[in-house]
């Protein structure tokens, strides 16, 4: 699998705990939690104390520097079915990447903006199959006391910024960025590197419609750019606090279904 691993490269921010202790986690078993509570502030990095460490072949990990998930706390294995679907399709939306994209952007196109041709969307549909199997990871204290079908699932890091990495780093959006260096080791240039890179930078949060709103109006080109990779800066913008999800949350979203005669399961 090509990696770029050895190049110093900054990683993209995550939530930032309360507490003001710093603890460097380390690429190794058993993964470890960030707090129950999170602010979402910048200068923290995937790598940093908030990050999980994620393992390949389960179905709940999007990420690992370990390819043994037999310590994995969540104990759902991928099979080598899951794994072969996957590879299908990074290879191909890196095919469309090699065959269409970036010839576009050599032709004179661009991502960020008008003049894009509609590839961005294009590739989210071939990367839906990827999205899905990642499960939502953070939620507000409104979202999840409402039905799962009430709720909005947010991208923390928008999926355009994450389609831009895959492509062309450069192509991140001049108006909310301070420069075009990677974010998360982009561009791909394998299939394999295409899954490492799209797996570190997903993360999705459970809203409320009106947080949805807010969040979208919080700044020009937040609505599908991350500024200098900090997904949670949108949060910050729009005074959107979320957590991890927690065990005693399912009970709390359940809870609040009691006494409710209209609202079906989610």
């Not at 090699?98 to 894009?116: C, D, T, Y």
């Not at 909005?152 to 001049?174: N, S, Y």
């Amino acid at each position: 699998m090509a990696s770029s691993a050895s190049t110093a490269r900054r990683a993209v921010p995550g939530p930032q705990p309360i507490a003001s202790s710093e603890s460097r986690l380390m690429p190794s078993c058993p993964p470890q939690r960030i707090p129950n509570r999170a602010v979402l502030g910048g200068g923290t990095s995937l790598a940093g104390p908030s990050a999980l460490v994620r393992h390949p072949y389960c179905l709940r990990c999007p990420e690992s520097s370990a390819r043994d998930a037999s310590s994995c706390e969540h104990g759902e294995m991928r099979g080598m079915k899951d794994d072969e679907r996957r590879l299908r399709i990074a290879n191909q939306a890196y095919d469309f990447i090699e065959s269409e994209v970036r010839p576009h952007l050599v032709s004179g196109g661009r991502l960020w903006s008008k003049g894009s041709g509609g590839h961005p969307s294009r590739l989210r549909t071939i990367l839906s199959g990827l999205d899905a199997e990642h499960e939502v990871m953070f939620t507000t204290d409104a979202a999840i006391r409402l039905p799962k079908r009430q709720r909005v699932v947010e991208h923390v890091i928008p999926f355009k910024r994450i389609i831009i990495e895959l492509v062309d780093p450069r192509q991140a959006d001049p108006r909310s960025n301070s420069g075009v260096e990677p974010i998360a080791g982009g561009p791909a240039t394998s299939p394999e590197h295409l899954l490492e890179i799209f797996d570190r930078m997903i993360q999705k949060c459970w809203v409320t419609h009106d947080e949805h709103e807010r969040l979208n109006r919080a700044g020009a080109s937040l609505q599908w750019d991350a500024p200098d990779g900090d997904g949670w800066a949108r949060y910050r913008s729009a005074a959107v606090l979320a957590h991890r999800v927690q065990p005693t949350d399912s009970s709390r979203a359940h809870s609040a279904r009691i006494g409710s005669p209209n609202e079906r399961c989610a």
